[in-house]
């Protein structure tokens, strides 16, 4: 009887907690912009050479504007949680070589993946190609 009372404790301790930290997400989380914007993105390759693009775009986050100017090639895993391997035609695989995509918006990596990311107008990013 003593552990029953326990198990349902902790259970109802775990979804107090789940439910705090969702209502600290859902009231923290970055604000998404609609309508048209141009937002400039600036990749760079692993031989450290990069090509900037001026995205004009209706979408509200960053891979779905990449997506929209052919930048992104996306497996399904990837497209559910953001993380790239393709980006401009080039390749960074984590469980290849341990090179991977950091995305920074003035300066600053970005916190959430690519489909988290929201976008506004006159937003900068840098996609880096970075090595193990």
């Known amino acids: 009887m003593k552990n029953k009372k326990l198990v349902v404790g902790l259970a109802v301790a775990l979804a107090v ?3 705090v930290f969702a209502g600290i997400f859902i009231a923290t989380r970055p604000e998404t912009e609609t309508g048209s914007k141009t937002v400039n993105v600036t990749v760079v390759f692993a031989d450290e050479s990069e090509k ?3 995205i004009k775009t209706d979408a509200e986050y960053l891979a779905d504007a990449l997506n929209e100017e052919g930048l992104l090639k996306a497996e399904e895993y990837e497209a559910n949680d953001g993380m790239y391997t393709y980006i401009a035609g080039e390749r960074a695989d984590y469980t290849l070589d ?3 995509w950091c995305v920074t918006k003035d300066g600053e990596m970005t916190s959430v993946g690519m489909n988290e990311q929201p976008i506004a107008d006159g937003d900068s990013f840098e996609i880096t190609n970075t090595p193990a």
């Open 17 to 19: 907690i789940a439910a």
């Open 52 to 54: 900037e693009y001026e």
């Open 98 to 100: 341990g090179s991977w």
